[in-house]
């Protein structure tokens, strides 16, 4: 009878942790915050553990985000139908909201490297690449689906930093590809001194030794790699074929803003989470903890 009774008095109690809190979250953990400060009148506050934190308001249990938090540091190519036969949502419309939370994370961090002034390229040791890429929707003779991405005009601007096996990329969205847009990013994302290759575009051709940099060209009408110097832009061209593929494979391209977000994560990827010393895994738990800070 004792046990009975025992067994009872808990469901009763995680019945109870199941209503909402005063915030008007569901205690889905079947957890909560308890205060019993005087302040509160002689009343307990109870509040739900995910309270102001990454997992507020969201119904998907603590293991359900770990296994997706999980897939996405390590830049797992898994389709959303087979991430829900897995079990990890019921919706794909869940996990797009997941990857959006996770994207303003590493938005936020990599935002919060760049007013640090830590976010620079260049040096006694690397070098780096510049080009511009176009990340619209191309359609083949004519034809397919014609959306807003077509009539965008701008460009991605790309400088990456090459030091051994170690790339770094800084991708920036510009209007144009003019001297007026793009030569005062170079200035302020690359330290002066650096050797900085790019191709015969006219916006480079004087524009980068006058600031300050050492310049070396390669001519892609003529040949891919400078016979002379041995200057080519491969590369940063090969980077652009990878950060595209995972763009559009995403639909990271359909509106700016999703686009700007794609590209700070891509940044944090090869800024952030390859450097820390616990892998993507353990740098995105860190960025989480920071982004939730109160």
Known sequence: M???KGIASRKNEMQTL????????????????????????????????RSLSLFQRSKLSLFSWMKYIYRFSQGLQLRQIDMLQDGVAGSSRTLSEISLKLRKVCKSAIKRRERRGKQRLGGPNEFVMLDESNFYHKRKYGRGRFGPTWRRRKWVFGMLGIRGKRRRPILRLVKQRSRRHLIPLVTKYVRQGTTVITDMWRAYTTAIAESGFVHFSVNHSRSF????????????ERAWSTYK????RLRGNRTVKTLKSHLAFIEWTHWLANEHKDGPLGRLLHDIRHFCKF
Request: charged share 35%; net charge positive.
């Open 2 to 4: 004792a046990n009975e």
């Open 18 to 49: 199941q209503k909402e809190d005063e915030t008007g979250e569901t205690l889905v953990d079947g957890l909560q915050w308890k205060c019993r400060r005087k302040k509160h009148r002689g009343k307990t506050t109870k509040k739900s553990v």
């Open 225 to 236: 790699v400078n016979p002379d110097t041995g200057a080519h832009t491969q590369n940063i």
């Open 245 to 248: 593929s995972q763009v559009w």
